[in-house]
């Protein structure tokens, strides 16, 4: 009697593409993270330092994204590009709603920890000789730093569970990559457990990066 083979025979055979859905899992969140933290770390101080017009486009921009479905982000970015002319992969798409909506969360993260922080510091920097830079970067920043951690690794987390909406546009992340060995197999609850596994190691490694971080900022 024929006998089908067994799951890690099916493992071993689909390592190749499970192996590229990881990285293309790991490349797309890792690249929404980091832009996405750059871009909210600059709207977050022009949110709260900027004049009224330096603030309201930011303003806007957080209000919009904050308030829309990462699912219709990335569509949008999908399907709009093109038509604005901007040629764009579905990869590229992808990994900019991503980093829009990454951005639009830490600039509200960035501004929270800053507006926390005694008002009469910047007075205090400013008394001692430094310039409004050297404030943010060896005053301000480095406390609200150890505000932000937390909820910045929450938030880097959330990215990556939401790099699998990046499947409905076509790209072959971790959870299409599955799906596909998933339609050939039919081998479903074991598959999607071991997707979940490799989730959880991506997300488990930003939050060591996360404590170690905040073990090298914390006060003695």
């Known amino acids: 009697m024929y006998e089908s083979p067994g799951w890690l025979h099916e493992l071993w055979v689909a390592r190749d593409v499970l192996w590229q859905g990881f990285l293309t899992s790991v ?14 770390i600059v709207a977050g101080l022009v949110l709260t330092y900027g004049t009224f017009w330096m603030r309201a486009p930011f303003r806007f921009y957080v209000d919009i994204i904050r308030g829309t479905p990462v699912f219709v982000l990335v569509l949008a970015c999908f399907y709009m590009a093109p038509a604005l002319g901007w040629q764009i992969s579905a990869f590229g798409a992808g990994t900019l709603g991503l980093t829009l909506f990454c951005g639009s969360h830490v600039a509200e993260i960035v501004r929270g920890a800053l507006q926390a922080l005694p008002s009469g510091q910047m007075e205090a920097s400013k008394a001692i000789g430094l310039t409004f830079y050297q404030a943010l970067g060896y005053v301000l920043l480095p406390q609200a730093l150890r505000q932000i951690l937390p909820t910045w690794v929450n938030s ?25 060995i998933i339609a050939r197999t039919f081998m479903t609850l074991e598959f999607y457990l071991f997707a979940g596994l490799l989730f959880f190691i991506i997300n488990y490694a930003i939050e060591l990066l996360g404590r170690h971080i905040e073990k090298r900022v914390a006060l003695p």
């Open 27 to 40: 490349q797309c969140s890792a690249l929404a993270i980091l832009l996405g933290t750059l871009v909210g």
């Open 156 to 180: 880097s987390t959330e990215i990556v569970k939401a790099s699998t909406l990046l499947s409905v546009i076509g790209v072959a992340e971790l959870l299409l990559s599955t799906q596909q």
